[in-house]
């Protein structure tokens, strides 16, 4: 993990400091949701881009397809979601 720093504090306890390796600049944010998302500034236009984020498909969410479920990420991000070998969408408890 280039760029994280191990701390430990007593009021705080265990958590990760993070020194850029270059000059620009980069914002984190954390949404309600539990999306992580990391901005950094282009030199060219000095306007914030989104450099990655995670989740990064429907699927990474928990439970988004329910219990007895398999859920497979599409070309698009989105979620398709089918039940496991055995059960059947005919039963709403089973899948």
């Known amino acids: ?11 705080l306890g265990k ?15 954390v949404l309600p949701n539990g999306t992580d998302i990391c901005y950094m500034v282009k030199k060219s236009s000095q306007e914030w ?13 928990y439970a988004t397809c329910g219990p007895n479920s398999l859920c497979t990420a599409l070309q698009d991000g ?7 070998k055995g059960l059947s969408l005919t039963k709403i408890l089973e899948c």
């Open 1 to 11: 993990m280039s760029g994280f720093t191990p701390a430990n504090d007593p009021l």
């Open 78 to 84: 989105k979620a398709k979601c089918t039940c496991l």
């Open 15 to 29: 958590y990760y400091t993070y020194t850029a390796t270059n000059t620009s600049l980069q914002r984190f944010v």
């Open 49 to 61: 881009e989104t450099v990655w984020y995670q989740p990064s498909n429907e699927c990474e969410y």
